[in-house]
T-cell receptor, first 114, second 115 residues
């Protein structure tokens, strides 16, 4: 398995500001993903974070709103830009190890936008 | 496109009784199926997977799942439920997307084990 940490664990932000969420994996992984989850609901994939290149975004998500970085094989960031109350959610980072089949998840970042 | 369905929003079961959380899938090709559990205010934890081989897969915390190709199902089971099993359970399928992996999650089933 892989141990994944996220910072911050939670934050309360003002409308119009931006927040960057960090995801750190304890070992090298091939793929990293960012999801959004409303409490008690299913997960929605935002994008796949690609090492050394632009992230691959899912339908409905754009780079200007959710810029993603992945400078190496163990670290990624997701920025939620120009936030509105609709962005209030839990943001989850996950990783997939080469040769493995399953994903491992971070503990999540609970974001509240006022 | 690959997809999974969890037909029950919530399942209630008495402690000590067997539990089943249902999942059906729709895939082209061989399915890669997973179960995850999420406890309150936590990330998802991997429980078990089916890739190939025996249709009965054993996983963490005494859970198992049965792959049924004819019924396109992958139900999660446990012979004797514990109160501590109360959580949100997600079924997932892996899809190949633009040459890379992508995971599709079901809507989740809330399991409540009653003492």
């Amino acid at each position: 398995s892989a141990v994944i940490s996220q910072k911050p664990s939670r934050d309360i932000c003002q409308r119009g500001t931006s927040l960057t969420i960090q995801c750190q994996v304890d070992s090298q992984v091939t793929m990293m993903f960012w999801y959004r989850q409303q409490p008690g609901q299913s997960l929605t994939l935002i994008a796949t974070a690609n090492q050394g290149s632009e992230a691959t975004y899912e339908s409905g998500f754009v780079i200007d709103k959710f810029p993603i970085s992945r400078p190496n094989l163990t670290f990624s960031t997701l920025t939620v830009s120009n936030m509105s109350p609709e962005d209030s959610s839990i943001y989850l980072c996950s990783a997939h190890r080469r040769g493995g089949d399953e994903q491992f998840f971070g503990p999540g970042t609970r974001l509240t936008v006022l | 496109a690959q997809s999974v369905a969890q037909p029950e929003d919530q399942v209630n079961v008495a402690e000590g009784n067997p539990l089943t959380v249902k999942c059906t899938y729709s895939v082209s090709g061989n399915p890669y199926l997973f179960w995850y559990v999420q406890y309150p205010n936590r990330g998802l934890q991997f429980l078990l997977k089916y890739i190939t081989g025996d249709n009965l897969v054993k996983g963490s915390y005494g859970f198992e799942a049965e792959f049924n190709k004819s019924q396109t199902s992958f139900h999660l089971k446990k012979p004797s439920a514990l109160v501590s099993d109360s959580a949100l359970y997600f079924c997932a399928v892996r899809d190949i997307h633009r040459g890379t992996y992508k995971y599709i999650f079901g809507t989740g089933t809330r399991l409540k084990v009653l003492a």
